[in-house]
T-cell receptor, first 113, second 114 residues
Framework: GNSVTQMEGPVTLSEEAFLTINCTYT??????LFWYVQYPGEGLQLLLK?????DKGSNKGFEATYRKETTSFHLEKGSVQVSDSAVYFC????????????FGSGTQLTVLP | DGGITQSPKYLFRKEGQNVTLSCEQN?????MYWYRQDPGQGLRLIYY???????QKGDIAEGYSVSREKKESFPLTVTSAQKNPTAFYLC?????????????FGDGTRLSIL
């Protein structure tokens, strides 16, 4: 089955710093890849996605590129804000079986003013 | 607006009591899921359902039960057999098993023991 490994947190940055959260995956076939964000006390919200190699997902200043050669999908943002403080989850899903939905363990990000 | 509604937001369980968490979606999605999230942890799959009247155990199904009598609804019962039920429970849905579309999540139910 699939597995997803995320950079362990917590991560603490100052406002306007550069963010990278690493994510690597192992999967059967060619999975679709997602980043979700979870704010305190809420469910997960889709942040961005990429469905094939070399695709770049982007949203709200965040970006991640599907790298097949390194099986990675690292999340980046050039200048973080206090409002970006949340938990970020990397996820991989392969078609054909609902059992192939896999999440990483999550990375807590805190941005200080 | 379409979405997933979980209720209640907070729930308390007494020892030996079964409790049921509600999950309703109006997205016309075929597949629905229940996850458990413990503090500082990722998501663990409890049960999932790909079509009405069918569901499958996830990684931590013991002490839980579900039903899928309607496409829109996928309630989760936390039984007295679940000895450590305190957690944040998340319901999700997506288009179907042959789709690579993302999951949509509800806002969760926080269950605590009295």
């Amino acid at each position: 089955g699939n597995s997803v490994t995320q950079m362990e947190g917590p991560v603490t940055l100052s406002e306007e710093a550069f963010l990278t959260i690493n994510c690597t995956y192992t999967a059967t076939g060619y999975p679709s890849l997602f980043w979700y964000v979870q704010y305190p006390g809420e469910g997960l919200q889709l942040l961005l996605k990429a469905t094939k190699a070399d695709d770049k997902g982007s949203n709200k200043g965040f970006e991640a590129t599907y790298r097949k050669e390194t099986t990675s999908f690292h999340l980046e943002k050039g200048s973080v804000q206090v409002s970006d403080s949340a938990v970020y989850f990397c996820s991989a899903v392969s078609s054909g079986s609902a059992r192939q939905l896999t999440f990483g363990s999550g990375t807590q990000l805190t941005v200080l003013p | 607006d379409g979405g997933i509604t979980q209720s209640p937001k907070y729930l308390f369980r007494k020892e030996g009591q079964n409790v049921t968490l509600s999950c309703e979606q109006n997205l016309n999605h075929d597949a629905m899921y229940w996850y458990r999230q413990d503090p500082g942890q990722g998501l663990r799959l409890i049960y999932y359902s790909q079509i009405v009247n069918d569901f499958q155990k996830g990684d931590i199904a013991e002490g839980y039960s579900v039903s899928r009598e309607k496409k829109e609804s996928f309630p989760l019962t936390v039984t007295s057999a679940q000895k450590n039920p305190t957690a944040f429970y998340l319901c999700a849905s997506c288009q179907g098993q042959n789709s690579n579309q993302p999951q949509h999540f509800g806002d969760g139910t926080r269950l605590s023991i009295l």
